[in-house]
Structures are given as structure tokens and as C-alpha cells.
Nanobody, 127 residues
């Protein structure tokens, strides 16, 4: 099984940037499609971004398109979420998730299809 650990969260001001990292151990990340999700206080967890096993295919929630970029470095077993122009409504716990799949170029926004999750990292954006 793969274990995931997120890092890079913090407290920033509106308009700032942050880069989240998700490091994998236990199995090589190249076997997994990856996703980022977030959960704000009092709200359900929601999809943010996804990337296929082969990193050319990506998908984003409408709320983050043009501001966030998901990428992966399979050689380092790490997935990134670069976040720009952060807004107070981006405040949430951000989770990295892995989906064990044979599909090389498919992404998914469906939370239930991801079998492995990190513990989350807090991102707080002040206005």
C-alpha cells in the first residue's frame, strides 16, 4: 500500500501563493492517478485537481481553474499543487489522494474512487 504525507500548508494573505507537496512511500507513485481535495469548516470535502499516472492529463474544479496547477514528479514520488492568487474561500484542509488504476491517462474527480488518503495540511487565507 502507498502512504501519503502532505506538506506546505500555512497561513497566507489573499493574493499570495503556496505550493503543497504530497510525498508517497511504500509503493512507487507511478502506479497511481492522483488527486487533491479540500474540506472547509462545516462543508463537505470537495475535488480540487487531478492528474493521471502519466502527467499530461489534468483536471480542475472550476473554482480553481487558472489559479492552481497540479503536477507530479514520479522519480521523486511526489505530487504538487501550486496555488496562486489565493482567496479566503480557499481556506480548507487539503488532502492528497491516490487511485490505484491501470489507466495511464485518465483523471477522476470522484472522491470514492480514491483508495488512499493523506492526513491533510491546513491552508488558511486571510483577507
Amino acid at each position: 500500500q502507498v502512504q501519503l504525507v502532505e506538506s506546505g500548508g500555512g497561513l497566507v494573505q489573499a493574493g499570495d501563493s503556496l505550493r503543497l507537496s504530497c510525498a508517497a512511500s511504500g509503493r512507487t507513485l507511478r502506479n497511481y492517478a492522483m488527486g487533491w481535495f479540500r474540506q472547509a469548516p462545516g462543508k463537505e470535502r470537495e475535488f480540487v485537481a487531478a492528474i493521471a499516472r502519466i502527467g499530461g492529463s489534468t483536471d480542475y474544479a472550476d473554482s480553481v481553474k487558472g489559479r492552481f496547477t497540479i503536477s507530479r514528479d514520479n522519480a521523486k514520488d511526489t505530487v504538487f499543487l501550486q496555488m496562486h492568487s489565493l482567496k479566503p474561500e480557499d481556506t480548507a484542509v487539503y488532502y492528497c489522494a491516490a487511485r490505484d488504476t491501470s489507466a495511464l491517462t485518465i483523471t477522476t474527480s470522484h472522491e470514492r474512487l480514491y483508495g488512499y488518503w493523506g492526513q491533510g495540511t491546513q491552508v488558511t487565507v486571510s483577507s
